[in-house]
């Protein structure tokens, strides 16, 4: 068997015995649960793997390989006779075969082959206990019974030559057994010399027999043949009907009929597959027949060259960008045409995007059911026990970020099972159950897919984590005293860091959380830990779906464009040039902002890159002008030309002189470049990258739960972008995370928050002591109410619910469209109504001399609608009163106080009603809707509570209002209450106390409730739910709200 | 270094091209393309002879400024500028040179082994010297010249 020399071969088997490989891990792990009552059909899949594998090693020449595989072969063959019970030290060798099978395929070409004597004399021992010998696959008599009908006088061929048989099995060749007729022209016994020639240069003939008892006429003739054939090929090749070709196999399973040949010497009878042409399958796929095969459907997934697909991904890319350019250019004409053409343009590209990038998805659970192995030896070795639940491994995410989570996750559960989980005695000791339990979980959450990783065992203590860091010296003591809990933990990802007290083989080596950190951060994950000690760990990272393509922001420093990704986002401020010095303070050489009572440390951009200054804004002009003189000694300056045709930038070369002032500004900057803190001077006005009269632009950024706002020159757009490699000489660069292509064909850097946070030293540790009052800046008043201020007009201000809206557009006056009477946008290959305030109240109408507006888009049932507003003021949060009558008409629900100016709150629904009523009508919100039944309101705040009262009356129920839990189950004493409508936060009883209690009443426990809050958060949500809330929603969202009465008082 | 295909065993083709005062060839089997008037867009906190990044036809191409890592002072902001682009591994890199003048057919036997030290140029960055008639030829060894330093 001769050593073939085919890479193409060589790698095509490589990549088919992975897979089979992979499959067989779970299996036998399933095969050793079920321990003696065993599945025929799990284990015959695996014995075909196995097959598959020594088949194709044989055929290749990898000797080690095969001969591996032949002995968990034989091993397979007796568990699936019921000779052999699969019990863990049975299993333990299958794995390790299975593991070493794996290795030595991953071997390079030529390396020395491993040693595979220990697993080898492991299988063997199990295989025949009283001699160490392997026994081979010999060959025996098929059982009769088994092909019924069949002509059984070549059957002696079989017996006479098994060891012949059994040796070209082994080198991957099929056995069949080739019926000739002795044709009536040829006299001489045996096969004529053509056909002799013909099927000896592709085979080996091992045997001839002349049936000479048979009565047919004319009489056959036997062949035992080895060949690497296929069945198909061999029976044209050999001009035989298909009927006349038999194949040989090894058993493939014991005929019923048949004794259990445990007595036997040769354990694996050979049994003859006959087949039609037209079922036969490819011999890799052999005894593809039986039935387990066919229910698996594997055949599903296609295997794709990984270079195919990433060329689909560029392909894909180049189709978004110039999509993007192709935007630009329509919205600078007005053609209709245009219109429909991007329209298309737009939903092709984002629909072939999408279909290529399922392409590329694949089910977590690939990864997740490596665990089980994992868990398994790992719990084994340290006498542990460990039930293992998967959840969620269905959740689909790109190959990319599947692949690199194989490492980190793979620690993350070793490490919980090493020292999360405690030993049994121990568990038992702490009132726990002996066998703990680790689960794994995914799921998608806001567009990401979360993983979990929760324990139920010892936790982490904290204190240890303080030693450690203060034994290794790089903390401040006072820093780390001051530390909050989580912050603590977070410590873990310190380099070096390990709070095992002994190092163990299998983990503790104080290696390890700072890498997984680093190799989750690079495929765009965010890590958390929360740990509760003696009561277990749980560790959430958050993924993207895809890295090809993400949602981002372009910001700009100077002339240069970067993209931050909008996972990494918190929220854009905006500090007005006025507030600067009031809201931006400098402790020590770091910058903060104060924000909605809470210190946030600021990295300036520019300073993070080291971009120096060039640029400063005319004030007439207001344009960006190049500082001529530095350009000279600037080097880089000569990428200036490419980017000074962008924006409103003049050019190099249009002699541009520096202003003194200018110069100046230039000296100390160049003065202060060294230290990382110049952007302190925008405090004093000194190095505003604008002009001193600028506002601020602060983009706040996430690193896990530690937040920092990066201050940029502008905030530009947010785009789809295509993320780009960067090349070799710029990988080690841990400030940007890739690059990408803009509309204009420009390049743009994407930047690494995470990596840029470290290059500035700023970790939440050194941040965090200077902040005040973390207790109280931590808590989030679930009465307050965020709202979004507008103005069309500078003497009236406006605000809008902000979690009612969808998004803000800004868009250009002439987008906007006249027809049948309203006002309409094309939005996103739609129709969207816009409607302005002051067509329902009486407010001041849009400014009508600026170009641009704002449109601020909401959802409604199923659609959506658009409000004008000529200006964007801020976004603020109120926990003040809320006045309800001063103010109230069409369109609007009241005042508040904001900024010291009396603001109108915008009634959304109101205006809804007043310009679409048919909207109304049409989502059963009117007053049709209720039938009189009885409805419980429970709201402390007397506006919500009006509020609430107001718009369920209005959809034709019966209200009854209280201003806490105490007063709702005075009310439910007396009244008949079908569904109960409550506020979470208020006083004497709270809405999750008052939940309870209903729940707890048998007489009200099948009442619906809903909870109704002002801002919603995932786990005020769970909270809830646990209490016995049916459904959580946001208290203005009139539509929601009353849908989903209607929907639970439906009969 | 192999010979252009095409070109007897002995010769190569050089294209020639000027970085500062010294006149290099580069063997032509590692040029992709040639390029003028692409924008760069400047990369921070990166080593200093990578002027930036350049966008080929949708592809992320490195550009490194010959100049500065042979340690020449820069040319002056509005001279024009030439990126060659040359494959290295399975990536390719742009250099930036003063301009690109022609291409050559190198006889073997006229190439000369590198003086250690070349105008204040490192050796090492060179494969050898070639002879034309009124001037010297630095062949550039690119491997050399575009390893990747780590600090």
Not at chain 1, 54 to 69: C, D, H, I, R, Y
Not at chain 1, 193 to 217: F, K, N, R, V
Not at chain 1, 383 to 392: C, N, P, Q, T
């Amino acid at each position: 068997m001769a050593f073939i020399d085919d890479d193409e071969t060589l790698q095509s088997f490589k990549d088919e015995s992975h897979e089979h490989l992979e499959g067989i891990e779970s299996d036998l792990l399933a095969i050793e649960e079920a321990g003696a009552d065993i599945d025929l059909e799990l284990v015959n899949k695996v014995f075909r793997a196995m097959h598959s594998i020594k088949g194709g090693a044989g055929f290749l020449g990898l000797n080690a390989v095969k001969t591996l595989s032949h002995a968990a072969e034989n091993l397979l063959n007796k568990i699936r006779n019921k000779e052999l019970v699969p019990t863990t030290p049975v299993i333990s060798s299958l794995l390790d075969a299975a593991d070493l099978v794996n290795r030595l395929l991953n071997q390079p070409k030529g390396a020395v082959e491993l040693d595979i004597s220990g697993p080898l004399a492991a299988l063997n021992s199990i295989l025949s206990p009283e001699s160490d010998q392997a026994a081979p696959p010999d060959v025996s008599p098929a059982n009769k019974a088994d092909t019924p009908g069949q002509p059984a006088s070549w059957q002696g061929l079989l017996t006479e030559h098994s060891a012949e048989i059994t040796d070209n099995r082994m080198g991957g060749f099929g056995i069949y057994v080739l019926e000739f007729e002795r044709s009536s022209d040829v006299e001489q016994p045996g096969l004529s010399p053509t056909i002799q020639t013909t099927i000896e240069s592709i085979g080996q003939i091992l045997a001839i027999q002349t049936d000479d008892s048979s009565a047919a006429s004319p009489q056959p003739t036997y062949v035992l043949y080895a060949t690497m054939m296929e069945r198909d090929m061999l029976v044209s090749f050999a001009g035989l009907p298909p009927e006349r070709v038999h194949e040989i196999r090894e058993q493939a399973e014991p005929a019923p009929a048949s004794p259990a040949p445990t007595v036997e010497p040769n354990p694996i009878p050979a049994t003859v597959a006959e087949e039609s042409p037209s079922t036969s399958p490819p011999r890799k796929n052999v005894a593809a027949d039986s039935a387990g095969q066919a229910k698996a459907g594997t055949d599903s997934s296609l295997r794709v060259n990984i270079k195919i697909l990433d060329n689909l991904m560029t392909l894909a890319g180049e189709l978004v960008l110039t999509r993007n350019q192709f935007l630009q250019i329509v919205h600078s004409s007005h053609q209709q045409i245009f219109d429909a053409v991007s329209q298309r343009f737009d939903l092709v590209t984002s629909e072939l995007q999408e279909a290529i990038m399922s392409t590329r998805m694949q089910p977590v659970g690939n990864i997740f059911n490596k665990f089980k192995r994992v868990v398994r030896d790992l719990a084994h070795k340290l006498g542990k026990e460990i039930d293992l639940v998967l959840e969620g491994g269905e959740v689909e995410m790109d190959k990319t970020i599947i692949e690199a989570l194989n490492d980190p996750l793979t620690h993350l559960v070793r490490n919980s099972v090493d020292h999360g989980i405690e030993m049994p005695d121990m568990r038992t000791a702490a009132g726990k159950t002996p066998c703990g339990t680790l689960q794994i979980k995914a799921f998608h959450e806001g567009g990401q897919v979360i993983i979990e990783i929760e324990d139920d065992g010892g936790g982490i203590d904290t204190n240890r984590i303080k030693e450690k860091v203060l034994s290794m010296g790089t903390h401040d003591k006072s820093v780390i005293e001051a530390m909050q809990e989580h912050e603590l933990l977070r410590l873990i990802f310190l380099p070096g860091l390990s709070t095992a007290k002994e190092v163990t083989e299998v983990s503790g080596r104080g290696v390890g959380m700072d890498v997984v950190n680093a190799n989750l951060s690079k495929v765009g994950g965010v890590f958390d830990i929360a740990s509760k000690l003696g009561k277990g760990t749980t560790i959430t990272i958050k993924l993207p779906l895809t890295l090809a393509i993400i949602p981002s922001l372009i910001v700009s420093v100077g002339t240069e464009r970067y993209a931050i990704p909008q996972v990494n986002m918190v929220e854009l401020v905006r500090v007005p040039a006025s507030k600067v010095k009031q809201r931006i303070e400098r402790i020590d050489e770091a910058l903060v902002i104060r924000l909605r009572g809470r210190l946030l440390p600021l990295i300036s951009l520019a300073d993070a890159l080291g971009i120096e200054k060039r640029f400063y804004q005319d004030r007439k002009t207001k344009q960006l002008k190049v500082c001529r003189r530095q350009l000279i000694e600037d080097r880089r300056s000569l990428t200036l030309p490419s980017g000074a045709d962008s924006d409103n930038l003049t050019s190099a070369g249009n002699g541009v002189t520096a202003v003194s002032e200018v110069n100046r500004e230039n000296h100390e900057s160049s003065e202060r470049r060294t230290t990382p803190n110049s952007a302190a001077n925008i405090l004093d006005g000194t190095d505003r990258r604008t002009s001193p009269q600028s506002a601020v632009n602060i983009v706040v950024v996430s690193v896990g739960k530690f937040h920092y706002g990066l201050i940029v020159d502008k905030l530009l757009d947010s785009e789809e972008i295509v993320v780009k490699p960067l090349g070799s000489h710029l990988r080690q660069s841990q400030l940007y995370a890739g690059a990408t292509i803009q509309g204009d064909g420009k390049v743009a850097l994407i930047l690494d928050v995470v990596g840029i946070s470290k290059f500035m030293n700023l970790s939440s540790g050194s941040v965090r002591v200077r902040d005040g009052g973390p207790q109280e800046t931590e808590r989030i008043n679930p009465d307050a109410q965020t709202l979004l201020l507008v103005r069309n007009s500078p003497k009236e201000q406006l605000a809008i619910p902000l979690n009612l809206i969808s998004r803000i557009e800004e868009i250009q006056r002439d987008q906007v469209e006249l027809t049948g009477g309203r006002s309409n946008m094309q939005y996103r290959g739609l129709t969207l109504p816009l409607f302005s305030i002051s067509e329902v109240a009486k407010v001041a109408p849009l400014q009508e001399d600026s170009s641009s507006l704002y449109v601020v888009v909401f959802p409604f049932g199923e659609r959506e609608a658009g409000i004008m507003v000529s200006e964007i003021i801020d976004i603020v949060t109120v926990i003040g009163v809320l006045d309800d009558t001063t103010h109230k008409q069409p369109g609007i629900m009241g005042s508040v106080i904001i900024m010291k100016r009396i603001t109108m709150i915008v009634d959304l629904f109101g205006i809804v009603a007043a310009m679409m009523p048919e909207w109304i009508r049409h989502t059963s919100l009117g007053t049709e809707s209720g039938r009189g039944q009885h409805i419980l309101v429970v709201e402390d705040s007397p506006f919500f509570n009006r509020q609430l009262c107001g718009f369920v009356s209005d959809a034709g129920y019966k209200v009854f209002s209280a201003a806490d839990g105490v007063e709702g189950l005075a009310l439910l004493e007396r009244e008949k209450i079908d569904l109960i409508l409550t506020d979470i936060e208020m006083p004497n009883m709270d809405g999750l106390e008052f939940t309870a209690r209903v729940r707890a009443d048998a007489r009200w426990s099948g009442l619906p409730i809903i909870a109704v809050t002002s801002l919603s958060s995932e786990a005020a949500e769970k909270r809830g739910r646990k209490a016995g809330v049916n459904e959580y929603m946001i208290k203005l969202d009139r539509e929601k709200v009353i849908h989903t009465i209607n929907r639970y008082l439906k009969h | 270094m192999q010979p252009s295909p095409t070109a007897n065993a002995t010769k190569r083709k050089l294209a020639l091209f000027e970085s500062g005062h010294l006149l290099c060839g580069l063997d032509i089997i590692h040029v992709q393309e040639i390029n003028k008037n692409i924008a760069v867009t400047a990369v921070h906190r990166v080593p200093e002879y990578v002027r930036g990044v350049i966008n080929l036809r949708g592809e992320i191409v490195t550009v490194v400024d010959l100049r500065t890592k042979f340690g020449f002072a820069p040319l002056s902001q509005e001279a024009e500028e030439q990126i060659i682009i040359v494959r290295l591994g399975d990536e390719n890199i742009g250099l930036l040179v003063d301009s690109v003048s022609d291409v050559v057919i190198a006889d073997e036997k006229d190439i000369e082994p590198t003086p250690p030290n070349l105008a204040g140029v490192p050796g090492h960055f060179f494969k050898g010297i070639y002879k034309l008639e009124q001037s010297l030829v630095a062949i550039l060894n690119i491997e050399e010249l575009l390893a990747r330093e780590f600090e």
